[in-house]
């Protein structure tokens, strides 16, 4: 029996999206500074408005292109879209699961460390022993719990810039006010969609209630808006003082010295651990359904997705004690490339094609 449609699952999918895609990505604030920022606070609003149009688009022929052919995890899809080739995005995944696991074991032990002084070991047992239960309880509990951690982050990411807001008010109307748009602010917009790919591809189990194209394309929309939203606080935040933040490694914490709310501070971190957990959950998550269709059909997944889990997640254990610099430096970008080619100009063209053969039903 289906569930019924409501507009709390109509949001299911963008606030699981969000909560994948935002671990790692916006903690720091770094990525929001190069990629918006620096074309100017204007510029960087209309950078992210062309971000969240470009996931919109594609979340949208996506969830449409899975619930016409039924395809509810990443390999399904990648077989009927590209046939034989489908295997290739395999790779992508792989590359980025493992380099995505590292990094976030890599920054749970940091974050806890710098904000409570306990050994980094004891952040990356509390984010794997979080991802290990949190996986284990199922596809209901995954969607509810990230669900429900995207609104705690917005409510979070929101106080932020209230803080900042009152203090600093006047330095970000100023900042806008300069009406500074910096060359590339377009191709910063997609490039930075273009980094976060895959997310896309990881979260097809939240549609499997989608009943017409009405519903897909309004959930696609929705998504790219929900992705896209925590950036927004973040970027009007750093135009308190935009130069510095620019500067700075990690410009959320340059914005939070100058707010001097250490308490703000420690809860921005723990919401931010949370998301780590979600993110390396979403990618377990979408490695089992993956292994799940392709070998266990119609058998039992029960006792193996328990020691699939634990060994995922001691692998990437294993990837955070190496040096991930030159890693992420070299890798991300041609793994993000794969992305493109294989999953996003595909499914933008033959997949709306395909959709089109279909017709509306």
Avoid at 50 to 71: D, K, N
Avoid at 252 to 257: I, L, P, Q
């Amino acid at each position: 029996m289906k569930k019924p449609r409501t507009w709390t699952r109509a949001l299911t999918p963008g606030l699981v999206f969000q909560s994948v895609l935002v671990g790692g990505g916006y903690g720091t604030g770094a990525e929001i500074a190069r990629y918006f920022g620096s074309h100017g606070l204007l510029g960087g609003l209309l950078g992210l408005g062309v971000t969240a149009a470009a996931w919109a688009l594609l979340c949208a022929v996506t969830f449409e292109f899975a619930r016409v052919f039924r395809t509810y995890d990443y390999g399904s899809l990648m077989r009927r879209l590209l046939g034989r080739a489908g295997f290739l995005y395999d790779f992508c995944f792989y590359a980025m699961l493992l380099l995505v696991l590292g990094v976030v074991n890599a920054t749970a032990g940091a974050s806890l460390h710098a904000l409570t002084g306990l050994p980094s070991w004891v952040g990356v047992a509390l984010l794997s022993a979080g991802v290990i239960l949190l996986v284990l309880k199922g596809t209901e509990a995954i969607e509810r719990a990230l669900s429900l951690w995207a609104y705690v982050l917005y409510a979070v990411f929101l106080l932020f810039l209230a803080a900042v807001f009152l203090r600093f008010g006047d330095a970000i109307v100023f900042e806008l006010g300069r009406r500074e748009i910096g060359p590339g602010w377009f191709s910063g917009g997609l490039k930075y969609a273009a980094y976060n790919l895959l997310c896309v591809s990881m979260i097809l189990y939240t549609l499997r209630d989608l009943r017409t194209r009405r519903e897909a394309v309004t959930c696609g929309i929705l998504a790219g808006i929900l992705g896209a939203a925590p950036a927004l606080p973040l970027l009007l935040a750093m135009g308190c003082d935009l130069p510095a933040a620019l500067a700075s490694e990690t410009p959320v914490t340059a914005v939070f010295e100058r707010l001097n709310l250490p308490w703000l501070y420690a809860l921005f971190e723990i919401v931010l651990f949370g998301t780590l957990i979600e993110t390396a959950a979403g990618f377990i998550k979408a490695l089992e359904d993956r292994v799940q269709r392709s070998l266990f059909r119609g058998r039992s997944f029960d006792l193996a997705r328990p020691l699939l889990t634990g060994a995922v997640t001691a692998l990437g254990i294993s990837v955070s004690t190496f040096g991930l610099t030159e890693l992420i430096d070299k890798g991300y970008g041609a793994i993000c490339y794969g992305a493109l080619c294989l999953f996003a100009l595909p499914m933008l063209t033959v997949g709306v094609r395909m959709l089109r053969r279909v017709g509306r039903p």
